[in-house]
């Protein structure tokens, strides 16, 4: 079946720092990919989303390239700060089916 | 626009008792999935409604169980607490006809945590 495995955690990491939050998947078509980032207390919210291969997703400085040849969706951003501090989900999502597939999350936390 | 609203916040029951957990999907959204995240690990998908019906289920006991209402909210209901049912219960709002555009994507609400003692 479908699965996706992220870096294990926690990182942490110095404000300004590079960020990269590894993510791998394993699906039998051609998934939409996902990250979701928790807060503390909170529920999930939409951070990027590619649909295809070589899609770039972005959004608030986060990155990430759908790469079917390594099947990865890797998480990038080149400056972090401490409000970045969050728990971060890869997923994807099969045309055919009705749900997510979610990663096991990684908890980011910046210090200043 | 409201987002996906669920309610309660927060929740705790006695192991053996019943609960029931509600959800109003995003204005627009006819389709409501329920996922169980226990604590640190990723949403596990419970079932998803569309057209009042459970479309899809995903690997939980007939204890879970759900209902979709004509205005597009769901209800979820356990049956037979366990303690091992304490978690974060996640409504996620889509629309069916909409998911090519939407990248299959969901909106998803902040949860109600319930703890079974």
């Known amino acids: 079946g479908d699965s996706v495995t992220q870096m294990e955690g926690p990182v942490t990491l110095s404000e300004e720092a590079f960020l990269t939050i590894n993510c791998t998947y394993t699906?039998?078509?051609?998934?939409?990919l996902f990250w979701y980032v928790q807060y503390p207390g909170e529920g999930l919210q939409l951070l990027l989303k590619?649909?295809?291969?070589?899609d770039k997703g972005s959004n608030k400085g986060f990155e990430a390239t759908y790469r079917k040849e390594t099947t990865s969706f890797h998480l990038e951003k080149g400056s972090v700060q401490v409000s970045d501090s969050a728990v971060y989900f890869c997923?994807?999502?099969?045309?055919?089916?009705?749900?997510?597939?979610f990663g096991q999350g990684t908890r980011l936390t910046i210090n200043p | 626009d409201a987002g996906v609203t669920q309610s309660p916040t927060h929740l705790i029951k006695t192991r053996g008792q019943q609960v029931t957990l509600r959800c109003s999907p995003k204005?627009?959204?006819?389709?409501v999935s329920w996922y169980q995240q226990a604590l640190g690990q990723g949403p596990q998908f419970i079932f998803q409604?569309?057209?009042?019906?459970?479309?899809q289920r995903g690997n939980f006991p007939d204890r879970f169980s759900g209902h979709q209402f004509p205005n597009y909210s769901s209800e979820l209901n356990v049956n037979a607490l366990l303690l091992g049912d304490s978690a974060l219960y996640l409504c996620?709002?889509?629309?069916?006809?909409?998911?090519?555009?939407?990248?299959?994507?969901?909106?998803f609400g902040s949860g109600t945590r319930l703890t079974v003692v």
């Open positions: 997923a994807l999502s099969e045309r055919g089916a009705q749900k997510l597939v």
């Open positions: 204005s627009g959204h006819d389709t």
């Open positions: 699906a039998t078509g051609y998934p939409s």
């Open positions: 590619a649909t295809k291969a070589d």
């Open positions: 409604y569309y057209e009042e019906e459970e479309r």
């Open positions: 996620a709002s889509s629309n069916t006809l909409r998911r090519e555009e939407d990248a299959y994507g969901y909106t």
